[in-house]
């Protein structure tokens, strides 16, 4: 069981412990292998943030793979999940906002039953 505080006083709290994120965003390629979300790839790549002293990580623009999901909850990583960065205003001609206002509420409850029980998502 895991409870999570937040307030203005004592910030972040996670099981009543006081917990100061130190995090790092990410996409969601892995560099020269693309965007495969290989275990193996996911694994490596939450290792070295945690090795590098993050205890967080960022889903940038980006619902997090079912892969690294699995690798922040083995190595002890607090996620921020993010679904997407841009709602209403396009970046360029063919951007997922031009549909986000028809399909905002399937995509968040898509993500949210994709991940509502891995321990490593906080926010």
């Known amino acids: 069981m895991r409870k999570l505080q937040l307030d203005a006083k004592h910030g972040l709290r996670i099981n009543s412990k006081v917990t100061n994120l130190r995090g790092a965003c990410i996409h969601h390629d892995n560099g020269i292998i693309g965007a495969a979300?290989?275990?193996d790839a996911e694994d490596f790549r939450c290792q070295?943030?945690?090795?590098a002293g993050f205890n967080a990580i960022r889903s940038s623009h980006h619902p997090m793979?079912?892969?690294m999901l699995a690798a922040c909850d083995k190595i002890g990583m607090l996620?921020?999940?993010?679904l997407i960065d841009m709602w209403n205003n396009p970046k360029h001609e063919n951007d997922f906002s031009f549909e986000f206002s028809e399909s905002w509420s399937?995509?968040?409850?898509?993500m949210v039953a994709k991940?509502?029980?891995h321990p490593s998502v906080i926010l």
């Open 106 to 110: 399937d995509q968040i409850t898509k």
């Open 37 to 39: 979300t290989l275990a």
């Open 115 to 117: 991940d509502f029980n």
């Open 48 to 51: 070295k943030l945690k090795d």
């Open 65 to 67: 793979s079912k892969e």
């Open 79 to 82: 996620v921020m999940d993010e």
